[in-house]
């Protein structure tokens, strides 16, 4: 089976600084989600950034669905957590500015944007301005922005770390349908284990610059069923990944599940 995300080893630095090195991922076509988690300041930002093509890596090759990342593109977009709506659109305006940059007609970008909304359950806030909505409700503009543009993956930092419980949930759940019925691929940046494991196929615990596991969720597939969150598997899915983080020994946390250990 082909790899629809290879990151060949793959390093980025700054001056003297390097943030990682010598990292290798390769995501197969049937894990449509890359889960990306780790402690604050070990560059979990920075490989959405090289990912999207808005830095290069200092050396390695990275390669989303068959295309070689040199810059951006819109077949990548990013939705961030802080939402980057445009203030003075409305809703249906902000969702369809891809569409519009493309030279997309007005009725084909209008009625493709109507029926994203349609599918976030936003169909009755397309003429309102962003200042109007809730935290959630404006990531989910952001997430049926990204969608317009028909991207092969979207890539999403930290996108859930501003909403509370009940809406990250409901984030979540959408994103796990999403990743089902448009056959996207979304790469996820999050600091809590329970999001990456509730949609992550795959989940890459980044442990130092030079130091990296990946641990892999086979079943359920997407789109998961929101009662997986409270089963045993779920939380020992949870422990195992935990344990990566804080330097257990993977050998004898679930070896089943641990694809990789990177000492880069």
């Known amino acids: 089976m082909s790899n629809w995300l290879t ?12 943030v990682f090195h010598g990292l290798t ?11 990306i988690v780790g402690p604050s300041g070990i560059g979990k930002s920075t490989i959405v950034k090289v990912l999207a093509g808005h830095l290069s890596p200092s050396h390695g090759e990275v390669v989303v669905c068959g295309e070689k990342v040199l810059g951006p593109a819109p077949t990548r977009p990013v939705v961030f957590q802080d939402y980057n709506l445009f203030p003075w659109m409305t809703v249906l305006d902000n969702v369809v500015f891809g569409l519009k940059c493309a030279g997309v007609p007005v009725a084909e970008r209008r ?21 109007m909505l809730s935290g959630g409700m404006q990531q989910r503009v952001g997430i049926a922005r990204a969608l317009a543009v028909s991207p092969n993956c979207i890539l999403m930092d930290e996108p859930f770390s501003a909403l509370d419980n009940e809406m990250k949930e409901s984030l979540c759940q959408d994103i796990s349908s999403l990743a089902a019925e448009q056959n996207t691929r979304f790469v996820i940046i999050t600091h809590d284990l329970t999001d990456a494991v509730f949609l992550g196929n795959r989940i890459l615990t980044m442990k130092s610059a ?55």
């Open 7 to 18: 990151l060949n080893a793959v390093g980025y630095s700054y001056g003297a600084n390097t």
């Open 25 to 35: 991922v390769q995501v197969p076509e049937d894990e449509h989600v890359l889960a």
């Open 111 to 131: 009625r493709r944007g109507r029926a994203l909304l349609a599918r976030l359950c936003m169909d009755d806030t397309e003429k309102l301005l962003p200042s």
């Open 210 to 264: 030079r130091q990296a596991l990946e641990y892999r969720i086979e079943n359920p597939y997407h789109p998961r069923p929101i009662d997986f969150r409270y089963t045993k598997e779920f939380f020992a899915h949870i422990e195992r990944v935990k344990a990566m983080l804080t330097g257990s020994n993977p050998s004898v946390i679930g070896e089943k599940y641990v694809l990789n250990c990177y000492h880069m």
